[in-house]
């Protein structure tokens, strides 16, 4: 990771209010892509939110069971009201 402090710093913080993904810097361009870190860890939300919690062990639990879906299958079921 680089620390942009200064000038730099503000200048990113512009780029990034602005939402422009390429810039152009003597005449090559670059891409950027933005995120933030989020502010908690996967695990810290399973231990403080019982009901993703229950999912994901519902979901183990159907794995191991051989029940499983692909993607058409489970857009098929939202279609369908079933999840």
Known sequence: MKKIEGYAAELMK??????ESVLEIEGKRYHI???EEPETTVNED?????ELKGKLIQAKREIKDG???STVD???M???GEI
């Open 14 to 19: 512009d780029i990034i209010y602005d939402g």
């Open 33 to 35: 892509t933005f995120f």
């Open 46 to 50: 399973i231990e403080t939110d019982p």
């Open 67 to 69: 029940h499983v879906f």
């Open 74 to 76: 489970v857009l098929k």
């Open 78 to 80: 939202i279609d369908r």
